[in-house]
Structure formats: C-alpha cells, structure tokens
C-alpha cells in the first residue's frame, strides 16, 4: 500500500496534477496542508524531482517547521535540502546573496520595528513634521501598506493628490527611503519589495530562481497580499508549476494587507489553471461541521462551497453561558479535569478567544488547580512587559526591597537616566550591604553620581509621593494615577511596534485593573482590608510560572488568529459575547466587510475543534475594571439550535441548594430568564438582551428594607445608586458593619 491510497479522490487529483498551475480551493480541515506534503513526496519520489528543486512556503515559522516534519516523515532521504519557508525568510536568503545588484552591500541589517521607530523619529525632524499630529507609528504604517500594495514614493505622490496628510505621509516616506538606503536596511516589507525589484531589473537572477524553484506551492494562500503575489507571479512564469492552497471562508488578515482578490483572480493570472475542490472534511464531526457551514454561510463576498463528512454527527456543540467571567473560566477548568479523569490528555484541549488580554482567568485558575498550559504565540499575562512593570511600581511602591522591580522601573518610561548611572548605584548598595532603593536615597554618599543626581532624586520623590497616596488611596486609583503620572500609556503608544500592539498592552492594563478591582471587591465581601501588600501577595501566587517543562503535556491558550491550521480533539471558545466577538469596534462601525471577516475568525474557531466544541460566554465580564454586560455573540445564534447542547447552560446555579436558589432569585434579574432559557434558548437570548435594560426592576429590596447576605447575615439597606453598568448597594449590616456592594455579585434577598 503507497501513501497515496489513503488520499480521497479529488485529493488525489491534486497529488498527481504536478505540471501547471493548480488552485486548491477548499473548506476547513478537507486536506489542504495534507495535500501538499503528500505532493512534495509525491514529485520526489515517483516524478524523481531533485529536492533542491521545490519550494514550500507557510505562513508561520511554526508551520513551516510542522510542514518540513510532515515531509521528513514522508520522505526521508534528501528531504532537506527542499526550501520550506516563509516568504520573509526565503527573501532573506535571496536578498544576502543579490542584493548588491541593487546597490545595497549583501551584509544589509534588517530592521526591526523598534529601529523603524527609532529612524522614523529622525526622519520627521529632517523633514520637518510634527510628531503629535503625524505619530511615528502612523506613518510607518501607511508606508507599510503602500510596500505591501507595491506603490513606490513615486506612485504615492501621483495618488496622493492635494491632501495635506498624504503629502506629508509622502515626505516621510521619501525620506525614511533615503535613510534607510545610506543606513544599508530593509525593513520587514522591504524583504519583499527589493526581492521583487531584483526579479525585475535582474533578469539572470531571476531566471536562476526561476529554474531553481521548478516546482512552488504555499498554504494558507487566502492570505498573501499584493507583494508577495507579485513575488510568486515572477517565480512561476517560467514553468508555472505553482500550486496554491487556501480557503477564502479563511481569510483573516486583511488588516495586514492580504488581499482576498489573490485567490478570487488567480485563474486570471495564470490560465489554464486547474481548480480542485475538496468538500468532504475529515477533522470534525457532522455537528462541529454543521454549525461551521451555518455561520459562514452568513457572509456575502464569498466562493459558495459545501464542506461535507463521513465522521459521525458526534457531541451536541455545548452552549453555556455564565453569570460571570469567571464562572467561566471555572466551568473550563473543571471540564478539563473531568476530561483528563476520563482518561484524556492535556494535550487534547485548546481554549480560543478573540484577545490575548482574555488569558489572565484562564492563567489563574490553571495555576490554582494545576493544570499545565501553554499560551501559544504569546506570552503568560503576568510575563508580558506592560504587566512586569506596573507590577513593579507597585512592589516598589509597597517596599522598594525588591531591586530588580526599583532597577526594572527606574528609566521606565524614559526618563534618561543611564546604565552607567544605575551601575554606580548598585555598586554603592553592594558596598554598603543596602538595597538599591535606599542607596537612591542617600545620593550624597555616592560618589561621582553628580551628573545623574537631579534625575535619580525626581525619582525617588516620585516614588514617595505615590507611597502616600498609597496610604489613602484604593489600589485601583494608585494604579490609575501611576499610569497618569510617569505616562506610562503615551510611551507604550510611542514605542508600539503596531497599532494593533499598542491595543493589545492597553487591553493587558486593563485587564490588570480588573485584577485589581476583582481583589478589592473580593475582600470587601469578605470584610477584609484590600491591602497593596496583599494584592501583590495574592498575585505572586499565580505569577510564577516560568517553570513549564517543555516536554510536559499541557493546555494550549491562543487567540483565534494564532489556532489557524491547527486542529484539537476538544475546543472551548471563550467570551462569545457582542462587544468582545464580534468586538465593539466592529459592531459600532457598522461596517459589513469588517464583520464578515470576524465571521471568517469565528468559522476559524470552530473548524478547529475534531470532536467536542465548547462556546461559551459570560453576562457579565470585568472590562476597564468596571462590570459589563454583554450579550451573547450574534454568531452563536447563527447555530441552529438542533445542533445545540443548552441543557445545562446554567449548571453552577443549578446544582446549588433550594435556599441559594432562592437567594439568587431575588437579587438576579435574570433568573426567570434562564429557567425559560432551558425551553427556548433563542427567545431568551432576546430576553437576556433586554435586561441589562431593565435591570433594576430585578432588585425586589428597597433602600430600609431588612435584606440578608449569605456571608454577611442581616442587614438594612441604606442607598441604592446607579452604578456604571450595575446598581451599588450600601447595607449597615449587623454584625459585619457597612458594605457597598454591586447588586448582580452581592446576591441579596429580603429578609421577612
Ligand atoms: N484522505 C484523508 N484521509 C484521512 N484523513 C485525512 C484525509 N485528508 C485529510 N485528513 C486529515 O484531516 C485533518 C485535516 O487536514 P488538513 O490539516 O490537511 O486540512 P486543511 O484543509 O489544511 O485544514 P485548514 O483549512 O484548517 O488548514 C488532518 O488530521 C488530516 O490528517
Ligand atoms: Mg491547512
């Protein structure tokens, strides 16, 4: 038996189909990646291609290493000399040897975006623009799209026209151009662009990658953009053997410039090309499938298709929807562990959400209840820099023992204090057998610290100002008023490689507001003192987890963007819920493109799950440390509702005792709902929407009725006022004094 035979028809057809171009267009999970390895084995071992003749290229480093593996397994012998890469690693490696036929020395550095940053800076003076009208960050971006669309300085100024800005964007690019030229770099985009120009103007060079690479294929093709279509276009004209594979219903990175028209115009490119559709998916089950085709067949702009299976119609998709967000992340954790009770594996589950801010509950509870996991393609909450350090204001604020957190902060943000001066410090503490901080304290004692003195010595006031107000303030309002203060926020902004990363820190902030927040609420209820030592006892708890082993199973965490060709037996998709998934963003342009390409994620998500499909979302979430409703995200409803489990949406709640029961009645709104939930998940849906509206009718207590609290006992209530998105409740309560609580968390009944 030969490795073809398990290959579908259609499947085979690709495999065989080696000269000519070929378009792979099809569904989630029917083979695609599959197909590809299986045709680079294919032409080496039965067409005896050379090896050195074929080129595969991925979207990610990390596919490109999965796809050399797959191939090693099928191959073997010669199988490394195949080129699998990205395209900005295959540039590289064209560039350093040709790029001296362009006129820049092959030994070129590539720059970062921190250098972009930092040359962007230089350019704006040199031409003489204003920085707080025309941020760095912008204009590298709308440079970044103009490489990407393949529009020279040149072009740009014939489009740019009268407009003031884009003559001033045009300006910088001229002049980053130049710099970057006299500096002998590339930026990430210029990878693509100068290899494109050196196809271009060198025929010689081209032809010799033309015979080279006989034989092309890439994956995930839906999104390349403009540039890097024009790179294969050049490759392939010589013998047109270029095979493409992607899924348009895939496309999720339109906001990087990936060009939907590449796959939608590729027969136009390159005619006679021969298309294959593969429909019959092999990943998921009939259900997962099923609710896939739903939502995405709510979306205009695409290539109709039906992806079909053999699989069994296997689990319901589970629906659960929660009071909390953490309640959700507490269902995950304990679905998890019944999983691995029943024999399953770490490795087996996967939890997708839209932000990477959304890992921190997941992180908490998985640290609290042992659980190995992994953030895949980002970084554990508390390792990320922003949270390190506000974090280590805070510990410096609360003790200034800690030195690395004192030396952490010192020139963050920027505040020109140099190495050298810090080192003297240090030098001086360790002489003294004294911590850094003190030693700032005691400048005068150091010697040959002069120049640095003022600096050092703002510093530490300010750090002393801010222990006072720690003293008086919640930690909520310290934390708020440091960011305000150092301008922390602006200097993120500034050296934001993206615009998008620059949201992504906030998001972070906030979430560590929320952190924040959740702490000082938590003791209220328990009728503790929120302390800053606390707080920072209590996340030391859940911080220290650098000590993965990497050979160690675990939980993989990832944004949808990061999940995609990846595939798990059991999927959980986190915070389905408006305002988050589809975000706020979206759904406030009103934008029709934009969603669609949410959809796109949200069908994403779904194709990855193999056998069980978890969506879930919360009611109510913590977002910039204040609580929100929300409701559920318009895309679940596009499920129909036989394909969904609902039945227990409410499972926490209704294990709970008769009296809780009770309890929860009274002080939640929506209560009545979510027993009529049970029946009529759609018409309750509805339901839920509205009372975020109406939720004050739920609270059946007034202000000097006698209201008991499960912790708290008996009290009176003293004032009801409209809080952000909940209503605040004060009760002098008893025994355990005056207590302002948010009603949907206090759970309040009236006592008769
Ligand atoms: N003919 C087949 N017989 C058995 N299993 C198959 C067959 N074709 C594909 N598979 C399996 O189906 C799963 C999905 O395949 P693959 O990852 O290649 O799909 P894909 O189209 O690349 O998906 P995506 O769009 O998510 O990237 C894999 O586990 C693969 O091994
Ligand atoms: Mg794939």
Redesign the pocket.
Known sequence: MSIYD???EP?KEAVFHTDGPLLIL?G???????VLTHRIAYLIEEKGINPWNILAITFTNKAAGEMRERVDQLVGFGSESIWVSTFHSMCVRILRRYIDRLGYDTAFTIYDTDDQKTLMKEVCKLADIDTKVYKERVILSAISSAKNELVSPEEFELNAGGDYGRQKILKAYREYEKQMRSNNALDFDDLLVKTVQLFQTQPDVLEYYQERFRYIMIDEYQDTNTVQFKLVSLLAQKYKNLCVVG?DD?SIYKFRGANIKNILNFEQEFPDTKVVKLEQN??STGNILNAANAVIRNNCGRKEKTLWTENEEGAKIALRQFDTAYDEADFIAEDIEKNIREGGSYNDNAILYRTNAQSRLFEERFVAANIPYKIVGGINFYARREIKDLLAYLKTIDNGQDDLAVRRIINVPKRGIGLTTINRVQESALERGIGFYEALKGLDLIPNITRGAAKLDSFVALIEYFKGRARTESISDLLQEIIEKTGYMESLEAEAKREDEAHDRAENIDELLNKIAAYEENCEDMGEKATLSGFLEEVALVADIDSLDEEQEYVVLMTLHSAK?L?FPNVYMAGMEDGLFPSYMTISSGDLEEMEEERRLCYVGI?RAEEKLTVSCARMRMVHGETQYNRMSRFLKEIPVNLLDTGEVFVKKAEETEKEKTVFAASNPYFHAKKSFKAQPFSVMKGAEQFAASKAKGLDYTVGDRVRHLKFGEGIVENIAEGGRDYEVTVEFDTAGRKKMFASFAKLVKAE
């Open positions: 398990s290959l579908n499947q099809a989630a999970g029917s083979g695609k990646t599959r899924d895939q092999y990943r060709g595939e194709t």
